[in-house]
Every structure is written in structure tokens, then in C-alpha cells.
T-cell receptor
Framework: AQTVTQSQPEMSVQEAETVTLSCTYD???????LFWYKQPPSRQMILVIR??????QNATENRFSVNFQKAAKSFSLKISDSQLGDAAMYFC?????????????FGTGTRLLVSP | DTGVSQNPRHKITKRGQNVTFRCDPI?????LYWYRQTLGQGPEFLTY????????KSRLLSDRFSAERPKGSFSTLEIQRTEQGDSAMYLC??????????????FGPGTRLTVL
């Protein structure tokens, strides 16, 4: 079974600084997708970024970028120029590439604190 | 596009009672998912529909749980004879299957269930 591990329960960053959240996963599949979702307090989960495993290029979305290391099964999220609104729980998630299996597997999350 | 909506947002019930939650997916999305999230954990997959067909169920979904998606639109999740261990956030997500590729799941705000 696939597993996702987020080893940092909590991270802190100051406004305008850069922070990196770690994620590792375990799978025997070669085709899969990886996601970072953000869950603000008492608000719904929103997609931050998505990476297809067959793509070598790291995904970027404005201030958010990933470092995808397929051989190491590592998928970290870098947030540049951190803002107060970035404070939230961040979940790393894995999805098999077989379109018949649509179950997202989540890590336990990293709480990001942003200070002025 | 109004996003995924869920009702009610909060539900408090006594042990042994039945509860039903509703999820309205993003219009035109043909896939709908239910997840459960307990405190301090990432969401865990419960079940998944493609149109009106329930294609996958987790072992977490005991006989007391039943989900439906009549006519492939909204979905309901019913829990019979609730137990204190059922207390959790129940999340719904939807996605649009496109040309056999893996689609991104968009989440609703969740229904928080408290069983006394």
C-alpha cells in the first residue's frame, strides 16, 4: 500500500521569508501524481500545486514550487515571499496513475505558522 | 462555478442516532468522493462515485455507513447507529474525468460530526 510521510508537524516562517515543507512517499508504481493541498483554519482544503510523476520539470504556481526527486521519492514544497495568508495546514497527497483508482492518500500534515 | 457545497456544516448527535450528510459537487463534475478526517490527521478515503455508480469503498466504510448518488448529481452519506468513534470531519470532493487522464479533486468545506 502507498504511504505518505510528512515528518514536520509544525514549521514557522517570517513574512517575506522562504520555507520548505518536506514530504516523502512510498510506492512501487511508476505512474502517479502528487499534490500539495492547503487547509486554512476552519476553511476548506484547496489545491496548491500538482506534479505528474512522468514530468521531470518541477511544477510551479506563483510563489509555490516543488522539488520532485522521483528516485528518492521526495516531494517538497517551497513557499517564497511568505505571507500571513499562507498560515494553514499543508497536506501532501499521492494518487495512483491508473485512472481506475482515484483514492488520494494523504500525509498527516504540516502546520505552517507565519509571523509578521 | 460555486464550488463543492456540503450540508450541514456541523452536526451534533447522540450515540445510536442516525445522521445523513449531503454533498453537492461542482456542476458537470462526474466523479464524487467522500473522505473522513479526524483531529491531527490527513483525510482518509471512504468511497468514490463515477456518475451514479459507486466504484470503490474503503474498509473504513462499515455496514453502518451507506452512500448514494442518485442520478449522478448530489450525494448523501448516512451513518446508522452512530458511535463516538464516528466523530470526525466528513469531506466531499468532486472532479471531472477528462479523456482518461487523472483529474484533480476539489474539496468542499466538510461536515463536522460530534457524537455525544
Amino acid at each position: 500500500a502507498q504511504t505518505v510521510t510528512q515528518s514536520q508537524p509544525e514549521m514557522s516562517v517570517q513574512e517575506a521569508e522562504t520555507v520548505t515543507l518536506s514530504c516523502t512517499y512510498d510506492t512501487s508504481e511508476s505512474d502517479y501524481y502528487l499534490f500539495w493541498y492547503k487547509q486554512p483554519p476552519s476553511r476548506q482544503m484547496i489545491l496548491v500545486i500538482r506534479q505528474e510523476a512522468y514530468k521531470q520539470q518541477n511544477a510551479t504556481e506563483n510563489r509555490f514550487s516543488v522539488n520532485f526527486q522521483k528516485a528518492a521519492k521526495s516531494f517538497s514544497l517551497k513557499i517564497s515571499d511568505s505571507q500571513l495568508g499562507d498560515a494553514a495546514m499543508y497536506f501532501c497527497a499521492y494518487l495512483p496513475g491508473n485512472t481506475g483508482f482515484q483514492k488520494l492518500v494523504f500525509g498527516t500534515g504540516t502546520r505552517l505558522l507565519v509571523s509578521p | 462555478d460555486t464550488g463543492v457545497s456540503q450540508n450541514p456544516r456541523h452536526k451534533i448527535t447522540k450515540r445510536g442516532q442516525n445522521v445523513t450528510f449531503r454533498c453537492d459537487p461542482i456542476s458537470e463534475h462526474n466523479r464524487l468522493y467522500w473522505y473522513r478526517q479526524t483531529l491531527g490527521q490527513g483525510p482518509e478515503f471512504l468511497t468514490y462515485f463515477q456518475n451514479e455508480a459507486q466504484l470503490e469503498k474503503s474498509r473504513l466504510l462499515s455496514d453502518r455507513f451507506s452512500a448514494e448518488r442518485p442520478k449522478g448529481s448530489f450525494s448523501t452519506l448516512e451513518i446508522q447507529r452512530t458511535e463516538q468513534g464516528d466523530s470526525a470531519m466528513y469531506l466531499c470532493a468532486s472532479s471531472l474525468e477528462s479523456s482518461g487522464s487523472t483529474d484533480t479533486q476539489y474539496f468542499g468545506p466538510g461536515t463536522r460530526l460530534t457524537v455525544l
